[in-house]
């Protein structure tokens, strides 16, 4: 039987998601569980994606199969009494044998957090702490350039090899909260993304915000499809994968 | 010459505020690197109040003398250069020398989150993870009765020893934030906080929040002035002292 599982996860407390030797990961806690769970089987998680040492997840999806037959709400129970409070299982629910949960994303949604305000020692693994004012405005008109297809090269990690870097951009927002005007929530929801590529858009960002580059610097830098031209990778303190949907 | 300095910590990484033999607390990293900073000679730091395990501070304050000369602006930054990340000065002042930051409080404000909705790893240690609905209404009403001087004794740690049990609680309130409306923040304004009080209180409002008990149980359980009317401890995660103020 094929289960698919929705699970959030405080990233500071992994060496990432993917499964590292003598790493404490997000993938090898939940495989762990999940082998005990399938009497001593192993079972290999498929993730819509890995996600980088300190990336926090909101809801993260992965498929495996079960030899054991069980439940989807016993699964989902089993699993949370297993694995550390740093990693919740949100839901459980059993999908055709076809199914895949990277192969078969439409779409993933991530926001990235800043505090613009005074250091926070309490928030410091969970938004950026930038501590300083920048232009909004200016940021935000940026971000326009970058909804769209276009070729991303400039906004992955330099090694990566891809077939293409050619991604659709659905929308990217700046959202800021009334109440807590010192936090900059920045939304990217894509068909799409490549290695590093968020907190490389957000890296560039933060320099359009503090004067560094103008929005329209966007232009070139997709233009040249190469990532000397984009600005520096954002700390992936800030940043979550939100959601990931399929058909 | 005497100093005050306002400071913000993450309280899940400490035993506590105050200093204990082999054991990590906000004022043990606080002297360390004020007895540096004071040429290696001991500094004591007076805090307005110690917090326990686990428990939060915004706006913690605590004075204490130097023999060195330096500006409260320079102060602040060493101290910031010299202390975990996990603590943060926010402020440095010269103060009187008769000024001291127990003796001199007027009143402090404690908040104490709850979170209402799914379980969330992610904020594990900073709101209590109730993740169950709770009559709100009730609980609102139940603070009212809080609200006045009284003799808290039913609300203090089973064996503190105090001369009066007496204190006045300047507002005690329950906000729910429309975007947020499973997080429950409970705030509590007053001329003086004893030992597990606040937890004692949010221990006992989740009682009459859960319908085991009616708001108006407020009235004899203050009566009684016995710990063993009142309601459990709620857990340490959830608690922050927000600010303290000073004539």
New interface residues.
Partial sequence: MRYLITF???GSKYSGYQKQPKMKTVQGELEKALKTLNDNTKVVLNASGRTDAGV?A?NQKAHFDLQIKITPEKLQKALNSMIP????I?KAEIVDDSFHARFDVVAKEYVYKINLG?????E?D?ILQYNKPLDVVEMERALKYLEGTHNFRSFVKIDEEKESYERTLVSANLIR?V?HVNTLTLSFLGTGFMRYMVRNIVGTLIEIGEGKRKSEDMIPILKEENRMYAGKTALPNGLYLKDVFYR
Same sequence: chains 1, 2.
Avoid: Q
């Fill in positions: 959030s996860y405080d926090h909101l409070d740093t990693i919740y949100k005074e250091y926070n020692p309490i410091k969970y909260d109440k």
